[in-house]
Protein backbone atom coordinates (compact mmCIF):
# COMPACT_ATOMS: atom_id res chain seq x y z
CA UNK A 1 0.00 0.00 0.00
CA UNK A 2 1.14 3.33 -0.68
CA UNK A 3 1.60 6.04 1.63
CA UNK A 4 -0.46 9.46 1.56
CA UNK A 5 0.63 11.88 -1.17
CA UNK A 6 0.46 15.36 -1.49
CA UNK A 7 -0.80 16.89 -4.63
CA UNK A 8 -0.72 20.20 -5.95
CA UNK A 9 -4.37 21.80 -5.43
CA UNK A 10 -4.46 23.04 -8.94
CA UNK A 11 -3.98 19.62 -10.96
CA UNK A 12 -7.14 17.85 -9.71
CA UNK A 13 -10.34 19.30 -10.57
CA UNK A 14 -14.07 17.64 -10.35
CA UNK A 15 -13.69 15.48 -13.58
CA UNK A 16 -9.97 15.12 -14.83
CA UNK A 17 -6.35 15.82 -13.96
CA UNK A 18 -4.85 19.05 -15.82
CA UNK A 19 -0.89 20.18 -14.66
CA UNK A 20 1.99 20.91 -16.48
CA UNK A 21 5.18 17.85 -16.16
CA UNK A 22 7.93 19.36 -14.11
CA UNK A 23 5.75 22.07 -12.27
CA UNK A 24 3.27 21.13 -11.08
CA UNK A 25 2.90 17.74 -12.12
CA UNK A 26 5.48 15.24 -11.46
CA UNK A 27 5.59 11.28 -11.79
CA UNK A 28 5.14 10.79 -8.51
CA UNK A 29 1.57 12.30 -8.34
CA UNK A 30 0.87 9.62 -11.78
CA UNK A 31 2.42 6.95 -9.49
CA UNK A 32 -0.26 7.93 -6.87
CA UNK A 33 -3.00 8.07 -9.33
CA UNK A 34 -2.19 5.11 -10.44
CA UNK A 35 -2.53 3.34 -7.25
CA UNK A 36 -5.74 5.04 -6.36
CA UNK A 37 -7.35 4.15 -9.44
CA UNK A 38 -6.42 0.51 -9.69
CA UNK A 39 -7.93 0.56 -6.02
CA UNK A 40 -11.22 1.51 -6.89
CA UNK A 41 -11.26 -0.62 -10.08
CA UNK A 42 -9.85 -3.96 -7.84
CA UNK A 43 -12.38 -3.38 -5.26
CA UNK A 44 -14.91 -3.31 -7.84
CA UNK A 45 -14.33 -6.55 -9.00
CA UNK A 46 -11.82 -5.47 -11.85
CA UNK A 47 -8.78 -7.39 -13.10
CA UNK A 48 -7.07 -5.75 -15.95
CA UNK A 49 -6.83 -2.23 -17.34
CA UNK A 50 -5.26 -0.68 -20.47
CA UNK A 51 -3.18 2.85 -20.54
CA UNK A 52 -2.08 4.96 -23.30
CA UNK A 53 -0.80 8.29 -24.32
CA UNK A 54 0.22 10.68 -26.84
CA UNK A 55 3.22 11.67 -28.22
CA UNK A 56 4.75 14.32 -25.78
CA UNK A 57 8.01 13.82 -24.78
CA UNK A 58 7.22 13.46 -21.20
CA UNK A 59 4.50 10.78 -22.02
CA UNK A 60 6.16 7.93 -21.58
CA UNK A 61 7.86 9.18 -18.06
CA UNK A 62 4.43 9.41 -16.92
CA UNK A 63 2.99 6.41 -18.43
CA UNK A 64 5.76 4.21 -16.81
CA UNK A 65 4.68 6.16 -13.08
CA UNK A 66 1.17 5.54 -13.60
CA UNK A 67 1.56 1.52 -14.41
CA UNK A 68 3.87 1.13 -11.64
CA UNK A 69 1.07 2.51 -8.93
CA UNK A 70 -1.68 0.30 -11.44
CA UNK A 71 0.67 -2.76 -10.80
CA UNK A 72 1.15 -2.23 -7.31
CA UNK A 73 -2.88 -2.82 -6.38
CA UNK A 74 -2.45 -6.81 -7.86
CA UNK A 75 -3.59 -5.07 -11.73
CA UNK A 76 -3.11 -6.43 -15.05
CA UNK A 77 -2.00 -4.02 -17.15
Known amino acids: ?3 AHQFDSVILRE ?3 RGTVGKNLHTADATALGCAYGTMIRRAGGKKV ?3 YDGRT ?3 AME ?3 VEGLMSTG ?3
Open 15 to 17: YDV
Open 64 to 66: TAL
Open 50 to 52: MVG
Open 58 to 60: HSP
Open 75 to 77: LEV
Open 1 to 3: MMQ
